[in-house]
């Protein structure tokens, strides 16, 4: 019988040095080769910690009216202390829209 391993989690605080794709590139070579996070490639590591810093840095440019919804603050709330990881990712559509925003322009 196979005994059961801990998932487990990290946390990086947010930085600027977060908002560079470059940057993400080596943080996440660092934690994939120190086995810190498993069951991730480098690129699902590297997409989740910049969409993080880019809806982090860019949360500024979203119209006043709608920063108040509800969606808006719980997003904004989720990326506000930086990078929550965890052994096998997110769920499959966060890591399309991980994707999605690593295509975005930076501002």
């Known amino acids: 019988m196979r005994e059961a391993v801990a998932k487990k ?32 490639s480098l690129s699902q590591l ?10 982090y840095y860019n949360f500024k440019f979203v119209p006043k009216f709608l920063r108040g ?8 709330n989720s990326v ?3 990078v929550d990881l ?3 990712g997110d769920k ?3 890591r399309i829209a991980y994707r999605m925003i690593w295509l975005f322009p930076a501002f």
């Open 80 to 82: 506000e202390n930086g």
């Open 69 to 76: 919804a509800k969606i808006f603050k719980s997003i904004y």
């Open 9 to 40: 989690y990290m946390s990086i605080p947010m930085a600027e040095r977060l908002y560079s794709r470059a940057n993400c590139k080596v943080i996440a070579e660092q934690i994939a080769s120190e086995e810190k996070i498993t069951g991730m």
């Open 86 to 88: 965890e052994d096998n």
């Open 46 to 55: 590297s997409c989740e910690i910049f969409a993080h810093a880019y809806i």
């Open 92 to 94: 499959w559509y966060r």
